[in-house]
C-alpha cells in the first residue's frame, strides 16, 4: 500500500512537471532591453569657419616719425608723435578658417585670418620736433594710420579640458606691403549648439602681439598727420626704426564642421 502510494506521489510530480514544461514553451520569448543611447563625446578635430572682432593698440606712446609734404621747413622734419593716453586704439574685425585635430586631451592645428582696420578714426597726437631739424613748438593734430587690413597664417597648440580650451599659436603676420610675425594665445569654449548645419559653434578670446617689418628704404607712409589748421603730411618711419607693432584683442565665433 506504501509504495503504491509513493509511486502516485512520483508521477503526479512528474506529470506535473511536463505540463509546467509545456505551458512555459507556449509562452512567447522576451525581447532583450534595448542598449543604453551614450551621449557622443565631444572632440575639436575639425574644420572650422568664423569672425572676430576687436581692437589693437600701439606698443607705445611715442614713435619716432618724419614728416614730409607742403608746409614742412625745407620739406623734411623729424621728430616724435605722441599718442595721450594709448588713444590710438582702433577697432578690428574680419573672419577666419582653420582646422583642429586632438589627440587625447592634446589639439593641434592651423588658422589663417584677415581682416580690417578701422583708420578713420583718428587718433589726437603731438608731434614734437627732434634736435637738428627745423625747430618750433609742440604741434597738436591728429593721426590716421595708412594700413587698411592686416592678417596672419598662424599654427595653433593646447590642452583641452572636454569643452574647454587653452592655446598658444604663433606665425606669419602680413599687411598689402609688408611682413612680419605674431605670437599669443587663447581659450575656446564649445557652445552645447550646432547652428547652420555645424557640427559645434565655439566662441573665444584671443591676444596677438603683432610685429610688422617696414620697407628699409622707407618710402611708404605709415599714414598722415594734419596739424590743428593745417592740411595733411605724409608719415614717414626713419630707417632705424624698421617695425610697427601693436597689441590685437578679439572675440572669435566659430562653426565647426566634422567629427563631433
Given at each position: 500500500?506504501?509504495?503504491?502510494?509513493?509511486?502516485?506521489?512520483?508521477?503526479?510530480?512528474?506529470?506535473?512537471?511536463?505540463?509546467?514544461?509545456?505551458?512555459?514553451?507556449?509562452?512567447?520569448?522576451?525581447?532583450?532591453?534595448?542598449?543604453?543611447?551614450?551621449?557622443?563625446?565631444?572632440?575639436?578635430?575639425?574644420?572650422?569657419?568664423?569672425?572676430?572682432?576687436?581692437?589693437?593698440?600701439?606698443?607705445?606712446?611715442?614713435?619716432?616719425?618724419?614728416?614730409?609734404?607742403?608746409?614742412?621747413?625745407?620739406?623734411?622734419?623729424?621728430?616724435?608723435?605722441?599718442?595721450?593716453?594709448?588713444?590710438?586704439?582702433?577697432?578690428?574685425?574680419?573672419?577666419?578658417?582653420?582646422?583642429?585635430?586632438?589627440?587625447?586631451?592634446?589639439?593641434i592645428g592651423a588658422e589663417a585670418d584677415i581682416q580690417g582696420i578701422d583708420s578713420g578714426n583718428n587718433s589726437n597726437v603731438v608731434f614734437i620736433p627732434?634736435?637738428?631739424?627745423?625747430?618750433?613748438?609742440?604741434?597738436?593734430?591728429?593721426?590716421?594710420?595708412?594700413?587698411?587690413?592686416?592678417?596672419?597664417?598662424?599654427?595653433?597648440?593646447?590642452?583641452?579640458?572636454?569643452?574647454?580650451?587653452?592655446?598658444?599659436?604663433?606665425?606669419?603676420?602680413?599687411?598689402?606691403?609688408?611682413?612680419?610675425?605674431?605670437?599669443?594665445?587663447?581659450?575656446?569654449?564649445?557652445?552645447?549648439?550646432?547652428?547652420?548645419?555645424?557640427?559645434?559653434?565655439?566662441?573665444?578670446?584671443?591676444?596677438?602681439?603683432?610685429?610688422?617689418?617696414?620697407?628699409?628704404?622707407?618710402?611708404?607712409?605709415?599714414?598722415?598727420?594734419?596739424?590743428?589748421?593745417?592740411?595733411?603730411?605724409?608719415?614717414?618711419?626713419?630707417?632705424?626704426?624698421?617695425?610697427?607693432?601693436?597689441?590685437?584683442?578679439?572675440?572669435?565665433?566659430?562653426?565647426?564642421?566634422?567629427?563631433?
Amino acid at each position: 500500500m506504501k509504495t503504491r502510494i509513493l509511486s502516485l506521489l512520483a508521477a503526479t510530480a512528474l506529470a506535473t512537471a511536463a505540463v509546467s514544461a509545456a505551458s512555459a514553451a507556449d509562452l512567447p520569448s522576451q525581447a532583450p532591453p534595448p542598449a543604453p543611447i551614450l551621449a557622443p563625446i565631444f572632440t575639436w578635430t575639425g574644420f572650422y569657419v568664423g569672425g572676430n572682432l576687436g581692437a589693437g593698440w600701439r606698443d607705445s606712446n611715442n614713435d619716432p616719425v618724419i614728416l614730409t609734404g607742403p608746409g614742412i621747413p625745407g620739406g623734411l622734419e623729424g621728430g616724435t608723435l605722441i599718442f595721450g593716453n594709448n588713444n590710438d586704439a582702433t577697432f578690428t574685425g574680419g573672419g577666419q578658417i582653420g582646422y583642429n585635430y586632438q589627440i587625447g586631451s592634446w589639439v593641434i592645428g592651423a588658422e589663417a585670418d584677415i581682416q580690417g582696420i578701422d583708420s578713420g578714426n583718428n587718433s589726437n597726437v603731438v608731434f614734437i620736433p627732434g634736435p637738428g631739424f627745423a625747430g618750433g613748438d609742440f604741434v597738436a593734430g591728429e593721426f590716421e594710420n595708412g594700413v587698411d587690413w592686416w592678417g596672419s597664417a598662424r599654427l595653433r597648440a593646447g590642452v583641452a579640458f572636454d569643452r574647454f580650451l587653452v592655446y598658444a599659436t604663433g606665425g606669419l603676420a602680413y599687411t598689402e606691403d609688408n611682413t612680419g610675425w605674431t605670437v599669443g594665445g587663447g581659450v575656446e569654449w564649445a557652445l552645447p549648439v550646432n547652428w547652420f548645419g555645424s557640427s559645434a559653434v565655439t566662441f573665444g578670446l584671443e591676444g596677438l602681439w603683432v610685429s610688422i617689418d617696414q620697407d628699409d628704404d622707407s618710402t611708404r607712409p605709415i599714414g598722415t598727420f594734419t596739424p590743428v589748421g593745417g592740411g595733411p603730411v605724409n608719415v614717414f618711419l626713419p630707417q632705424n626704426n624698421d617695425e610697427q607693432e601693436f597689441f590685437v584683442a578679439r572675440a572669435k565665433l566659430n562653426f565647426k564642421f566634422g567629427t563631433y
